[in-house]
């Protein structure tokens, strides 16, 4: 029997899910499955709970371990579920004692994916008026360079071809003089890697060294993933973000001048207590000018003890029809993205035999299989949606 996992909401808790499977092999566990939950919404711990109660029916002697930051918020409440042999907080999950493992753990990267998202930073210092994270996760902290460097090198040699660099406020990396530019800089000289990925900015902290290395190294992806929020000023400041609604389109402009090749993502909140009709047209607006790959668009939730769960809030019906509205807004430009590249030649990692993702963040699926982990090039013969299809270019293994 072995330790299974499931990871709910971001790219950190898929690294860190890995790293607790490993940890516990290590410690002796032998049938286990653990959960690692979302808290950032009041959806995402529904469908946390939906998974725990749907686990423990599909398998009733299998001891449920729980974690992650719906659970470090209420611990209690995710022990009482069936199933649940043992909760354990974001504080706990990650070390060696928790699981009787003989060594503290490198930082979490994933193994089991073609890709590795690899943690570099943890928790955060700022105080957004809608986010329960930072009360989850704690205070921002770092994982030294040494350390990202050889957990970069050991994703290499387990012939992950791509690393994403992941964090709660990945923008916040800091060592001393050297921020996450510099960190960026020194994964792309591991010999062997493919291509670096940065996941979500913060727009009013992407340093200006990044923009040079998009300049000048190929491999680093050019793909800018921004946790914008909001397109209008007046609700940014009630969500006590750190910049300017205009911010975000400056700097995906400022990546499309360096690279032709550029791609933009970004999360949105819709229904923000207050947000008027003209404030959430101008996050529609945003998506416009943003012409992005993607979008993250959360309907606003309440999360117990923000400031923002004190403010007047819209009406349910009112939140989720503005959501949809943002992500039809943004479904359409990610399908203009994709038609877009008819013809072209693209590297895409492959996460199965049959799709992968180009170094824009765009999913593409093969006429044929191809190896899982293999980078290749792939001219693109069409799309379905935001979904690439196309076909090996031959000779184009790389």
């Not at 943690?119 to 205070?139: K, L, P, S």
Request: glycine fraction near 6%; hydrophobic fraction near 50%; proline fraction near 6%.
């Amino acid at each position: 029997m072995t330790v299974e996992t499931l990871a709910l909401g971001c790219r950190l808790n898929s690294a860190e899910a890995d790293t607790m499977a490993a940890l516990a092999t290590a410690g002796g566990l032998r049938q286990a499955l653990i959960v690692n939950t979302c808290a950032v919404t009041a959806e995402a711990e529904a469908q946390a709970r939906q998974a725990v109660r749907r686990a423990a029916r599909e398998a009733p002697t299998r001891p449920i371990i729980v974690t992650g930051c719906a659970a470090s918020l209420d611990p209690a409440r995710w022990a009482a579920l069936p199933g649940v042999a043992r909760v354990l907080t974001n504080d706990e999950k990650l070390r060696a004692e928790s699981w009787n493992a003989p060594a503290a753990p490198p930082p979490a990267a994933t193994t089991s994916r073609a890709r590795a998202f690899l943690e570099v930073q943890q928790g955060c210092d700022h105080e957004c008026t809608f986010c329960v994270i930072r009360v989850a996760r704690g205070a921002s902290r770092i994982w030294a360079p040494d350390d990202v460097l050889g957990a970069a090198r050991q994703a290499v040699a387990r012939g992950q071809r791509e690393v994403v660099l992941t964090g709660v406020d990945l923008a916040s990396w800091q060592d001393g003089a050297r921020d996450i530019a510099w960190l960026a800089r020194a994964v792309l000289a591991v010999p062997g890697l493919a291509r670096l990925r940065l996941s979500s900015l913060d727009p009013a902290a992407v340093p200006e060294a990044l923009f040079a290395l998009w300049r000048d190294e190929q491999r680093l992806a050019p793909f800018l993933h921004l946790s914008a929020q909001h397109g209008d000023g007046l609700m940014l400041k009630r969500m006590k973000r750190r910049h300017a609604p205009e911010v975000v389109p400056e700097l995906a402009a400022r990546l499309r001048a360096l690279r032709d090749d550029a791609a933009v993502s970004l999360d949105l909140i819709a229904g923000f207590p207050t947000e008027a009709d003209a404030a959430h047209a101008r996050s529609l607006a945003l998506i416009d000018a943003l012409r992005p790959v993607a979008a993250h668009v959360f309907p606003y939730s309440a999360r117990p003890g923000t400031a923002a769960a004190r403010m007047p809030a819209l009406p349910g019906d009112v939140v989720r029809k503005r959501a949809q509205e943002l992500r039809a807004a943004a479904a359409h430009h990610a399908q203009a993205a994709a038609a877009a590249r008819l013809g072209a030649t693209e590297q895409v990692i492959f996460e199965t035999a049959r799709e992968g993702v180009t170094a824009q963040g765009l999913r593409l699926r093969a006429t044929t299989d191809m190896p899982r982990g293999g980078l290749r090039a792939m001219r693109v013969t069409g799309s379905q949606g935001a979904m690439l299809l196309g076909e090996a270019v031959t000779d184009g293994a790389a």
